[in-house]
Every structure is written in C-alpha cells, then in structure tokens.
C-alpha cells in the first residue's frame, strides 16, 4: 500500500524565477513523500486517505541554505566590525576548536539544527569542524532531525592555529573514514570540504579532489570571497592561473558536483569555468556584507546563465532563516542597479526561487510543489487581519520580509510532518 497524504491550504512555489505559481484552496497529494500533483478537490482515488487541512494557511516549499557553518552557530551575530581573515582568526578558530570535544558537538549542534529546522530550512549544505569526532556527532543529531543535509568535516593543513589544522593524513584519514561510515544514508550524506584554498596544502587537495571522484562525492568550499583573501591564494598557489584553477586542477570543480560559497570576484576565465563546469555558487549576502567582502554580481551570473542558490553562512551571515538570505538578494541587487540600471535589481519570486528550487537542485528534486518533486513544506500562519487583506503573493512576501520561525506552524521532509 502507498503511503497517502493529501494536505489543504493555498500552495505556492516558483516553477521559474520570473513568477509564483499560486494555488487557492486546493489539496496537494503527496504519494510515497513525493508530489503526486495538486487538485481543486481530492480526487475519487485518494478518498479516504489521511488529510491535513491547513484552511487559510500558505503551504510553501521549504527552504534550502546551501551554505552554512554548524560550529559557528553561537558565535552568530558576534565580530561582525572585523574583515573575514581577522574574524576568522579573532573568533572563528577558538570556537571550532570545541568540537573536538563530544560532549559540547552534541550539545550545540543540536541547539543549531533545532534552530535551522524551526526557521524552515529542510535541505543544507553544512561545514561542520575539522574535528573528525564533532562532525560525526552533526551527522547523528541531523539524522535524528529527519532533515536532509550533505555535511562535511573541514579539511585544513596549514596557515591556521596548530589547535584546529591537522596534518595532511590526518585529514584525509578522517575524511574517509566519515565517506564509509555515511555514504550509504539516504538523507544526510558526506561532502568534500576543504575550507578554503588559503588553509589547504596542494597535497591535502589533490587528495580530497581524489576521494571526491573515488566515491562520486559532492564538494563544497568557500570562492573568491575577499580581495585579501583572492592575494594571499595568488600567493600561496603560484602556478594557479586564478583562485578557481586552485580547486579545478585538483578535481574539485565542478568534476563531481560542486557547489562554491561566495564567487564575487570571478574573472571572465573563472565565469566561463563556473559555467562549463556546471557549477552552483552560494550567494551569502548578509555574510558578504557583515565581513565587508563586497557584493556578488548575481544578474550579471544570471544572465550568463550561472547556477546560484542562496546560502546563510551562519556566523558570516547573522540570521539563519533563509527568507533573511532572499531579502538581503533583493536589497544587495537593488544597489548594484542604482549604479548600473542595466543590472535588473532581483525581484521576490528570483530571490524565492534561488532559496527553493535552485539550491534544491543540488539535493535533486527539491524546492517545488510540481509533479515528482519531494514533498518538502512550511505551513505559514500569519494574523488573520493581514490574511484577508492582502492576496496570497502578498502575504508570502511579507513573511519573508518580515517573519521568522514564530510563523512557521508545520514542517514536512519527504511527505511526512517533523
Ligand atoms: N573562508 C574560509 N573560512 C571561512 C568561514 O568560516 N566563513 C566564511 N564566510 N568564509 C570563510
Ligand atoms: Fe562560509
């Protein structure tokens, strides 16, 4: 027998970023977790089947957050005056390095995932620590969670504290040892993740970029995120024709699939790389603009047909609901407009569809209500005096501009109710 779940309410999603498809007062049926379609009324073959009925609620797709640190969640909103190499020095390194201990893994990890659930984002992209133990410990409080995340512990072997890097095989022993343990889960999978160039040997890339392609994994680091930062790579990687051919030489662009935090600075090589490689960027821009990195091009990727998805960057970023991301997309494009008026400022169903179906591209069918797609939902509940007043579009609008966990009153992963 097929597991059936027919749910009530106004449903909207975007197909496409140009607009919101809206469904009044209709019954979406969900088969086996996935989208079976959405009707005016139940149709006679689902008669009888369990119903939800959320009456004058929004049912949304959830959100994904393809970038995001777990072990930086309390430091959120903290050194936010500071430039990322300092933050990262200042703040970051000490509070990571608490991840080697269990104890304190499992305690924070899940104070974050509760958070990160209760704000709606069902699908993520997470950097645990280096710690080879505290990243196990995000994997078993994520499973719990019944959310769906690739994970991965962060590979550094140089240019950090002597308390956080680890020796080159060291880190990869860790790493594979975590590949074995989880790549057979269904939902909460491992990713190749060195931190970033700056803290990598060419020797603990070239192993990493061979693990990704041994065991067909995902990879996920941090791109061109920080003038400082693009130099100090020049320098450390001589050879590199750019920061983008760092990772590509090693197989860890775009030859499994890769998703890059940041990319603002990308040269014409480096975008047609991107593209080529079919990569996805995660564009973080209350991250970009906390630690002064500068602001993503996102139209002009747009327009060459770039893949983006939306990232917190918790603790870059300081708000981990992802509707804060959509905002700030919109806001960022609406400056870079008022110098350039070629550059179309994003509009709310781009900034939506970036944080729904684009990052749930990743995941694979995520991110919409259409046919086959992983029934993945927020059940919204605004106040009954805004909900008569304004159309469905509007009230989306205004929770992402406005809303936060508090009206969020349902979650569902794969069809079935968190
Ligand atoms: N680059 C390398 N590490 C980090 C990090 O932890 N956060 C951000 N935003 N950028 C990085
Ligand atoms: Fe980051």
Redesign the pocket.
């Known amino acids: 027998m097929k597991n059936v779940l027919i749910v009530k309410g106004h449903f909207i999603y975007t197909k496409t970023p140009e607009r919101f498809e809206v469904y009044e007062s209709s019954c979406l049926v969900s088969v086996d977790g996935k989208v079976e379609g959405i009707y005016p009324v139940i149709p006679d073959r689902f008669k009888g089947c369990p119903v939800h009925d959320y009456g004058n609620r929004l049912v949304i797709p959830g959100f994904v957050d393809l970038h995001l ?1 777990a072990a ?1 969640f309390f430091q959120s909103g903290i050194g936010m005056t500071k430039q ?1 190499l300092d ?2 020095s200042d703040y ?1 390194f000490d509070l990571e390095r608490e991840f080697q201990n269990r104890k304190f893994a499992r305690e924070a990890y899940t104070c974050f995932a509760e958070k990160l659930v209760a704000c709606g984002t069902l699908r993520a992209c997470i ?1 645990a620590s280096s710690s080879t133990a505290g990243t196990e410990e995000l994997f078993e409080v994520l499973k719990e969670k019944r959310i769906g995340a690739y994970v991965g512990k962060v590979n550094m072997d140089r240019n950090a504290p002597d308390f956080i890097i680890e020796t080159t095989e060291e880190s990869l022993r860790g790493t594979k040892y975590l590949i074995e343990k989880y790549q057979g889960e269904n939902r909460v999978k491992p990713i190749i993740t060195p ?2 160039a ?2 990598s040997t060419p020797e603990l890339l070239k192993g990493l970029g061979d693990l990704a392609v041994k065991y067909d994994l995902p990879v996920q680091s ?1 791109l061109s ?2 003038m400082d ?1 693009i130099r100090w790579v020049q320098d450390l990687f001589k050879g590199a024709k750019n920061y983008s051919d760092v990772y590509f030489k090693n197989n860890l662009f775009g030859q499994t699939k890769t998703v890059m ?2 990319g603002i600075y990308l040269d014409d090589d480096e975008k047609a790389l991107v593209k080529k490689m079919d990569l996805m960027l995660a564009h ?1 821009p209350d ?1 970009n603009i906390n ?1 002064r ?1 500068g602001i993503m091009p996102v139209r002009t990727y747009l327009d060459m047909g770039i893949k983006i998805g939306l990232g917190s ?1 918790i ?2 970023g300081h708000k981990i609901g992802l509707n804060e991301a959509m905002v700030r997309a919109i806001q960022l494009s609406k400056l870079l407009n008022l110098e350039n008026d070629k550059l179309k400022p994003l509009t709310v169903s781009e900034a939506f569809y970036m944080g729904t179906k684009s990052g749930g591209s990743f995941f694979g069918k995520i991110g919409s209500f259409e046919k086959k797609f992983c029934f993945d939902a927020l059940v919204l509940e605004d106040d009954p005096m805004i909900a008569q007043r304004y159309s469905l579009e509007d009230r989306l609008e205004k929770f992402i501009y406005a809303g936060d966990d508090r009206n969020i009153c349902a979650r569902y992963v794969e069809g079935k109710k968190l």
């Open positions: 640190h930086q990322l933050w990262l970051t950097f931190r970033f700056p803290t941090h995120e920080n930062e935090a940041h973080c991250s630690v990195s960057d603790a870059g």
